[in-house]
């Protein structure tokens, strides 16, 4: 069922090229000059061609938009501060490392964004490189899958504000708002759910502390750091508990709607 990250990656970038709609209609306009490469070599039932600067020009352009759709439209910001939280929780300062971090987040983030990934390659990418979609209508069938994932994990409350502030028409929903609405509204939600989350994961984690301070406290131990001897504590709570099995999961199934 699940496809290689080729087909992902691919994918990833239509929907980044989708922010640079504007190069091809300026690259139209534009004159050409004499003793120079021309930028659009050609028109077909599929789209315009364009010439290999433009497309180079394009395909950069779409690249550098990728981090901002990792970060905003997928569940990555959620994952990543969960993991952050976590490490806080424990003590352990620099255990995991933040490669590890942001490494596990990626991978989470394609397992939970597998299904709407593969969506976006079937009804955009595919047809697109068979030439039965022009890039812009490709570009518009790859908005609805990313759309309807973060319809799913937007809160009301968020998407009526960041609504209130665009001033949109009353009769607008989330399903017909526009983008610029609709990615601030879910990465607000997202903020929102990790926070939640990390509440949660710092409770049992406070307990051992203010018990190993009360210890500590009665035995007259005032020089002995709380945090170096509750650390091995959390260690044991968190292994004993199945503590990466369960959060990791939780995780996974918290997008699950």
Do not use: C, H
Request: aromatic fraction near 10%.
């Amino acid at each position: 069922m699940w496809r290689s990250k080729g087909p992902w990656l691919r994918a990833g970038l239509l929907l980044a090229a989708g922010a640079a709609l504007a190069v091809p209609a300026w690259a139209q306009q534009a004159p050409a000059v004499p003793g120079q490469l021309p930028l659009v070599i050609g028109s077909s039932a599929g789209g315009t061609s364009y010439s290999v600067p433009v497309q180079t020009l394009l395909f950069f352009t779409a690249l550098s938009f990728l981090p901002a759709i990792v970060l905003m439209m997928t569940g990555f910001t959620r994952i990543v501060i969960v993991l952050s939280l976590l490490r806080q929780a424990l003590g352990t300062q620099s255990a995991p490392p933040n490669q590890v971090i942001i490494g596990l987040s990626l991978f989470l983030t394609l397992f939970v964004m597998g299904p709407t990934l593969d969506r976006v390659y079937d009804e955009a990418y595919t047809p697109y490189t068979q030439g039965t979609l022009s890039f812009d209508e490709a570009a518009q069938r790859a908005q609805a899958p990313m759309r309807e994932f973060m319809l799913k994990q937007t809160r009301q409350s968020d998407f009526a504000l960041f609504a209130r502030l665009a001033r949109l028409p009353a009769e607008t929903t989330a399903q017909t708002a526009p983008l610029r609405v609709l990615i601030p509204a879910f990465a607000t939600s997202e903020l929102k759910s990790a926070f939640q989350i990390g509440f949660m994961i710092f409770i049992p984690f406070l307990v051992i502390d203010i018990v190993v301070s009360s210890v500590l406290m009665s035995l007259g131990m005032m020089m002995l750091s709380p945090v170096l001897v509750a650390l091995p504590f959390k260690l044991m709570l968190f292994v004993l508990a199945d503590g990466w099995n369960l959060l990791l999961g939780s995780l996974a199934a918290s997008f699950v709607s």
